[in-house]
């Protein structure tokens, strides 16, 4: 079947109203090229109905090593990392419009290839649009300064282009996350070589081909699917390479991070998380619990900010709950296709199987199922990778369920009595990432999300992005920053000029 992203053949593009078993075309992108790959073969799964949709040869190491020397090249003789900002920032808004204008094909490519619903892959795909629109304003508006003088002299920074940038991107929002590490790295003046996750390529082929009809230089970009332990590894390795930006698994970015250290490499690393999420007697109890269940269950709990440890004051714990139960019990299972859906199928049935053990595990280890807890027997849903709303109960959290991270629709709801209770549990963690607070008062919220060691702290709300809004994790939840203004200094080199401003020599050593 032709698979096209506007008037021209493009290859490795899912054309609007696919059906599961049609063929796309098998190419990677590969400096400006779309080829074979030679790598290992990747079926791609509807999580739905656990049939695959379509298969593509990933990249090889090879692929890499080409990708990342003529990206280094491209960018030189482009133009590209010389180019005035402005004139990078009229490619970034095209691409952001390219982006909106095929909004409803990517909803639908992501949603085939990740389960998602249409509705959080069309808000994904707005994100990457908004991504692209607001680095080339950020872009065009980054001015350099003049620093305090401390001598006789004229001094300011610049910044230039690093190279080629390595984004390393997962599987749980591939349009947002690619947005959020290609757009400052190529604001910035570098190359990209993108490796999308095996589980959900698709979407980041798609990107590369709209970066082409916006006009983006040839070699700038390349997308290599393929294993984390061979292209990931080769791309973190590569010795041209000047940084990475990896969003994954806490276990990979620390080893990645040891591979970064080798080279002297700066590396961004967007990690895991068990953030909690708080719940004062004061609170407005129907934003609450509404806040709550979007926090765990949206995305099918597939998300490194999902508030998994649900926290409740004491005297108001036993109704909360019961309300709580009540609401996950009526949330919709279905493929992400179904306009009623809630909770959508999860990315592969070994995730999902893992998910499932962990559950299994914490009823073994004492755990309470109050709703969900085992795969469901639909036979509507059977042959999908689906996993029921599940809140877990009767441990404290030090429980194993309430220290390691799911990664799925699954949380543990814990009371708590006082703020000093609150703070040293809800810190009781190796994680950093995010935090949500529910209370009327001000005051209180402050003193908890300041008391909190975590990068995002949400109050009365959960979940909610801005991409001017740095993001950023703490302990094993991350190094780095991601979005905000300075994302493009993230991706740049940093060098200081002094001009002399004096009229005599140096007063040093034996002048004649």
């Given at each position: 079947m032709s698979l096209v992203a506007s008037v021209d053949e493009a290859p490795g593009i899912l054309p609007a109203g696919v059906n599961p078993g049609h063929d796309l075309a098998d190419r990677i992108y590969v400096a400006g090229r779309w080829q074979t790959g030679t790598g290992a073969l990747i079926e791609s799964v509807d999580p739905s109905n656990g049939r695959v949709f379509a298969t593509l040869h990933g990249a090889t190491v090879d692929d890499v090593d080409t990708a990342v020397r003529e990206g280094l090249n491209a960018a030189t003789t482009s133009g590209w990392a010389t180019m005035l900002p402005h004139e990078r920032a009229l490619v970034l808004h095209r691409i952001g419009a390219a982006i909106d204008e095929n909004r409803d094909r990517i909803a639908a490519l992501q949603t085939l290839d990740t389960g998602k619903t249409l509705a959080e892959t069309r808000a994904l795909a707005g994100s990457a649009a908004n991504?692209?629109?607001?680095?080339?304003?950020?872009?065009?508006?980054?001015?350099?300064?003049?620093?305090?003088?401390?001598?006789?002299?004229?001094?300011?920074?610049?910044?230039?282009?690093?190279?080629?940038?390595?984004?390393?991107?997962?599987?749980?929002?591939?349009?947002?996350?690619?947005?959020?590490?290609?757009?400052?790295?190529?604001?910035?003046?570098?190359?990209?070589?993108?490796?999308?996750?095996?589980?959900?390529?698709?979407?980041?082929?798609?990107?590369?081909?709209?970066?082409?009809?916006?006009?983006?230089?040839?070699?700038?970009?390349?997308?290599?699917?393929?294993?984390?332990?061979?292209?990931?590894?080769?791309?973190?390795?590569?010795?041209?390479?000047?940084?990475?930006?990896?969003?994954?698994?806490?276990?990979?970015?620390?080893?990645?991070?040891?591979?970064?250290?080798?080279?002297?490499?700066?590396?961004?690393?967007?990690?895991?998380g068990k953030s909690p999420t708080i719940v004062f007697d004061d609170a407005d109890v129907e934003k609450a619990l509404q806040g709550v269940l979007y926090g765990i269950f949206s995305s099918s709990g597939q998300s490194c900010i999902a508030g998994s440890r649900i926290f409740v004051q004491r005297n108001i714990f036993e109704q909360f709950t019961s309300d709580l139960i009540a609401r996950a019990g009526r949330l919709r299972l279905g493929p992400g296709t179904g306009p009623t859906t809630d909770v959508a199928p999860m990315i592969a049935r070994a995730h999902r199987d893992s998910v499932a053990a962990m559950v299994d595990a914490a009823v073994a280890e004492g755990a309470q199922v109050l709703c969900g807890g085992a795969v469901p027997t639909d036979?509507?849903?059977?042959?999908?990778?689906?996993?029921?709303?599940?809140?877990?109960?009767?441990?404290?959290?030090?429980?194993?369920?309430?220290?390691?991270?799911?990664?799925?629709?699954?949380?543990?709801?814990?009371?708590?009595?006082?703020?000093?209770?609150?703070?040293?549990?809800?810190?009781?963690?190796?994680?950093?990432?995010?935090?949500?607070?529910?209370?009327?008062?001000?005051?209180?919220?402050?003193?908890?999300?300041?008391?909190?060691d975590a990068g995002t702290v949400w109050v009365n709300t959960y979940k909610q992005f801005s991409i001017s809004t740095p993001f950023t994790g703490l302990r094993e939840s991350g190094l780095g920053t991601e979005k905000g203004r300075d994302a493009i200094r993230q991706y740049s080199d940093q060098k200081s000029f002094y001009l002399d401003r004096s009229d005599t020599p140096m007063s040093w050593g034996c002048p004649r």
């Amino acid at each position: 079947m032709s698979l096209v992203a506007s008037v021209d053949e493009a290859p490795g593009i899912l054309p609007a109203g696919v059906n599961p078993g049609h063929d796309l075309a098998d190419r990677i992108y590969v400096a400006g090229r779309w080829q074979t790959g030679t790598g290992a073969l990747i079926e791609s799964v509807d999580p739905s109905n656990g049939r695959v949709f379509a298969t593509l040869h990933g990249a090889t190491v090879d692929d890499v090593d080409t990708a990342v020397r003529e990206g280094l090249n491209a960018a030189t003789t482009s133009g590209w990392a010389t180019m005035l900002p402005h004139e990078r920032a009229l490619v970034l808004h095209r691409i952001g419009a390219a982006i909106d204008e095929n909004r409803d094909r990517i909803a639908a490519l992501q949603t085939l290839d990740t389960g998602k619903t249409l509705a959080e892959t069309r808000a994904l795909a707005g994100s990457a649009a908004n991504t692209f629109r607001y680095m080339a304003a950020a872009l065009e508006t980054m001015d350099e300064a003049l620093t305090t003088p401390r001598g006789p002299w004229m001094t300011f920074s610049t910044h230039s282009a690093m190279g080629v940038i390595g984004a390393i991107t997962p599987w749980n929002s591939p349009i947002a996350s690619d947005a959020q590490k290609i757009a400052p790295a190529l604001a910035a003046g570098n190359a990209v070589v993108s490796k999308p996750p095996v589980w959900a390529p698709w979407v980041t082929l798609l990107l590369a081909r709209l970066c082409e009809d916006a006009g983006l230089p040839k070699g700038l970009l390349s997308v290599l699917p393929g294993p984390g332990r061979t292209v990931g590894e080769a791309l973190v390795r590569h010795p041209e390479v000047a940084k990475v930006s990896f969003t994954g698994g806490t276990s990979t970015g620390r080893h990645l991070a040891h591979v970064a250290a080798e080279k002297l490499m700066p590396i961004t690393l967007e990690l895991g998380g068990k953030s909690p999420t708080i719940v004062f007697d004061d609170a407005d109890v129907e934003k609450a619990l509404q806040g709550v269940l979007y926090g765990i269950f949206s995305s099918s709990g597939q998300s490194c900010i999902a508030g998994s440890r649900i926290f409740v004051q004491r005297n108001i714990f036993e109704q909360f709950t019961s309300d709580l139960i009540a609401r996950a019990g009526r949330l919709r299972l279905g493929p992400g296709t179904g306009p009623t859906t809630d909770v959508a199928p999860m990315i592969a049935r070994a995730h999902r199987d893992s998910v499932a053990a962990m559950v299994d595990a914490a009823v073994a280890e004492g755990a309470q199922v109050l709703c969900g807890g085992a795969v469901p027997t639909d036979p509507a849903l059977s042959g999908g990778h689906y996993y029921p709303p599940t809140v877990l109960a009767g441990v404290d959290n030090a429980a194993t369920i309430c220290q390691e991270e799911v990664f799925g629709p699954v949380a543990v709801i814990l009371p708590f009595d006082d703020e000093a209770d609150v703070i040293a549990q809800a810190n009781d963690t190796v994680f950093g990432l995010a935090c949500g607070i529910w209370t009327e008062d001000y005051r209180r919220a402050m003193r908890i999300g300041e008391a909190i060691d975590a990068g995002t702290v949400w109050v009365n709300t959960y979940k909610q992005f801005s991409i001017s809004t740095p993001f950023t994790g703490l302990r094993e939840s991350g190094l780095g920053t991601e979005k905000g203004r300075d994302a493009i200094r993230q991706y740049s080199d940093q060098k200081s000029f002094y001009l002399d401003r004096s009229d005599t020599p140096m007063s040093w050593g034996c002048p004649r």
